[in-house]
């Protein structure tokens, strides 16, 4: 069964990666005022890192999953699996952003300057580039997975872009985490 028109698949893409990335760099240069999102109590916009690194390796969790499950021929349960790591992704930037919002703009790093600069610093720089590389891989992926029956994706880009986007997505979930744990847990 069709879900999505399959001469659609690169547009859609193109158009869900743009909004999506246009919402983020929006929030992130603060463009987006705090006013247009409601207002939480100060315990809630500080358990939403900890529930985001929670979110983060659940992900990995289903990542993995769903790259053994298709190296298996397990197709169901690969589907089930990169759904959920696609609606834990949309979960954790949810509650990225509306903390974003809601604060206006990222957390300073407390630690020492040096371990800013030549750890923390290219750390969250390279978890942020491979989470922005993921948007549009993960949309191809999905799309093409909606687009075309089980018999027929075989034949499509599918699992190329696929084993790109997962391999990425794991690198920046990992790397989000040590940036949790150099944010919350070292300093």
Known sequence: MEYVPRERVNILTAVLSIVSLAIVFAAAGGRIPSSTVPIAPDWVLESIPHLNVI????AIG???IGWRAIRRGNVGRHRLAMVTS???FAAFLTFY????????GPQPFPGPQTIKQFVYYPILAIHIFLAIVCV?????ALLLAGAYPIDELYRTNHARVGR???SLWLISFSLGIVVYVLLHVVY
């Open 86 to 88: 696609f609606v834990l």
């Open 136 to 140: 549009p891989l993960v949309y191809y």
């Open 164 to 166: 790109i986007a997962a």
């Open 55 to 58: 979110i983060s390796a659940a």
């Open 97 to 104: 952003l509306y903390r974003l919002v809601a604060t206006g």
């Open 62 to 64: 289903t990542i993995s």
